[in-house]
């Protein structure tokens, strides 16, 4: 089968035609304090393996994949939000992909449910960036607002990205698809929308760090209390395989890839070196797990797995 670069990114490739979001209910959770962080499916991508690896060495890449049981040709990475709840709020890291991105992608609101939760229960929605798979499912099928009640918040930088008129033209062809859908949905989520900056505590136990490179205005999140902690990594840190065996390597997921590398590399080393968990949107089992140094190298260890 023949992939067109611009077709899958515009989750119109026709390889995932047919499947429906496949959502198990395991529940990972992390307890904090008195809070709870807790991993929600959204489903998976269907993406060509190309996508991500083309111009790595070939041979070194086959010895990583095949130690990590990676199909060669088609990924499937899960997505995983993440909900926390704290005492007086609910909060939400990311909207998921709605329904207009995927097949395979969507089930956030199923996976709410489980939770014994509706969307208007959300007293918060946090962005980790702009992907399609990150915020269309911040409005519905009739393109209202999921989470009416929820005031959403997002990096100062991605929203001056995402909704500068000349990003479309500047973006390259592969990604004008998510400019035009990113604009679109940030226009009409603008009313609800409060805007912060890295190194700023958005909300009690929750710091904001910019993780750029994977987009302009990319944030990652460390949710504290005392000792213990976990990064909402959103995709900074995007598989469990080359992203930790080779992290310096350029990612075709990333839009600017050499400064992804580096903000992967400072982040995984922070993660290992000060033992705070990770959540990664696209890792396995939940995604939510220990980043451990494994010789001059890192490991991703599944809490769930
Ligand atoms: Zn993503």
Not at 241 to 254: M, N, Q, Y
Not at 262 to 269: C, G, Q
């Amino acid at each position: 089968m023949q992939f067109d670069r611009r077709q899958v990114l515009a989750g119109l490739g026709g390889i995932a035609l047919g499947n429906v979001p496949s959502v198990s209910f395991a529940r990972t959770v992390m307890p904090l304090g008195a809070a709870e962080v807790i991993s929600l499916s959204d489903g998976n991508l269907v993406l060509p393996a190309s996508f991500f690896f083309e111009g790595l060495p070939q041979d070194e890449l086959d010895l990583i994949l095949a130690k990590h049981n990676v199909p060669r040709d088609q990924l499937e990475p899960p997505c995983n939000l993440t909900l926390l709840r704290q005492e007086g709020r609910i909060v939400l890291f990311d909207a998921g992909s709605g329904p207009a991105f995927m097949p395979s992608a969507g089930a956030l609101l199923d996976s709410l449910e489980a939770e014994g939760l509706t969307p208007d229960d959300i007293t918060h929605v946090v962005f980790t960036h702009a992907h399609p798979d990150h915020l269309w499912g911040i409005l519905d099928d009739f393109d209202e607002p999921v989470f009416s009640q929820a005031k959403l918040m997002i990096g100062q930088a991605e929203w001056e990205y995402w909704t500068d008129p000349n990003t479309v033209d500047t973006i390259g062809e592969a990604r004008a698809s998510f400019a035009v859908g990113a604009a679109r949905r940030l226009a009409a989520i603008e009313e609800q929308i409060t805007f912060f900056n890295g190194g700023q505590e958005i909300l009690p136990g929750v710091m904001a760090h910019a993780t750029p490179g994977h987009t302009p205005g990319h944030m990652s999140f460390e949710i504290r209390d005392g000792s213990s902690a976990v990064m909402v990594g959103g995709d900074a840190i995007g598989n469990e395989h080359v992203a930790f065996e080779r992290p310096d390597w350029a990612s075709g997921a990333d839009q600017d890839t050499d400064l992804g590398a580096k903000t992967r590399m400072r982040l995984l080393d922070q993660l290992a070196a000060d033992d705070i968990a990770l959540l990664g949107f696209h890792l396995p089992h939940g995604g939510l797990g220990r980043v451990e140094r494994a010789g001059d190298t890192y490991r991703f260890v599944a809490k769930d797995a």
